[in-house]
Nanobody, 124 residues
């Protein structure tokens, strides 16, 4: 089993930055693809970013491309999401997820393990 715990959420003004972290425990996730998803109030959860097992391949939702960067540190069993130029529409609960396959996917159903989420609120 893999346990995931997100941190780093908070309140920030539009144009600001936040860095989310996801710490994995229970087993190493160095051979897992990892992803970030988000769910805004009244909306379905949506894909944000994914990274493959080595960190050499990433993919992003169009809405965050050029502003968000996903990275991982396999030695520390962590994944991060650097969020720059934040917009009010980025307001959501952000979830970290682990996929036991090596390569990332945008499909929520392919992720077996999920964190509890961290709230990000961007004020205008």
């Amino acid at each position: 089993q893999v346990q995931l715990v997100e941190s780093g959420g908070g309140l920030v003004q539009a144009g600001g930055s936040l860095r989310l972290s996801c710490a994995a425990s229970g087993r190493t996730v160095s051979n897992y693809a990892m992803g970030w998803f988000r769910q805004a109030p009244g909306k379905e959860r949506e894909f944000v970013a994914t990274i493959n097992w080595s960190g050499r391949s990433t993919d992003y939702a169009d809405s965050v491309k050029g502003r968000f960067t996903i990275s991982r540190d396999n030695a520390k069993n962590t994944v991060s999401l650097q969020m720059n130029s934040l917009k009010p529409e980025d307001t959501a609960v952000y979830y970290c997820a682990a996929n036991s396959k090596l390569y990332g996917t945008t499909v929520e159903g392919n992720y077996a393990y999920w964190g509890q989420g961290t709230q990000v609120t961007v004020s205008s």
